[in-house]
């Protein structure tokens, strides 16, 4: 929506980080969603990728 409203990526940034302070995503996650609007996706949320899926390490992972 924000891409339709010609609003800057920087603009929403610092108002994010205004009020969520370093919990905020950087700029460049701003910048990434502001393209994808533009052209014409409607979510941020990752396409699925080919591959294996990456896995989490924890530590009953480290145990095994």
Same mark, same amino acid.
């Given at each position: 929506?924000?891409?339709?409203?010609?609003?800057?990526?920087?603009?929403? %940034?610092?108002?994010?980080?205004? &009020?969520?302070?370093? !919990?905020? *995503?950087?700029?460049?996650?701003?910048?990434?969603? =502001?393209?994808?609007? %533009?052209?014409?996706?409607?979510? &941020?949320?990752?396409? !699925?990728? *080919?591959?294996?899926?990456?896995?989490?390490?924890? =530590?009953?992972?480290?145990?095994?």
């Amino acid at each position: 929506m924000s891409a339709a409203l010609h609003i800057e990526p920087i603009a929403i %940034h610092n108002e994010l980080h205004t &009020v969520f302070g370093d !919990e905020a *995503p950087p700029l460049r996650t701003f910048q990434r969603w =502001s393209k994808w609007f %533009h052209d014409g996706r409607e979510e &941020v949320e990752d396409e !699925e990728r *080919p591959g294996r899926p990456i896995t989490e390490i924890t =530590s009953e992972n480290i145990r095994q």
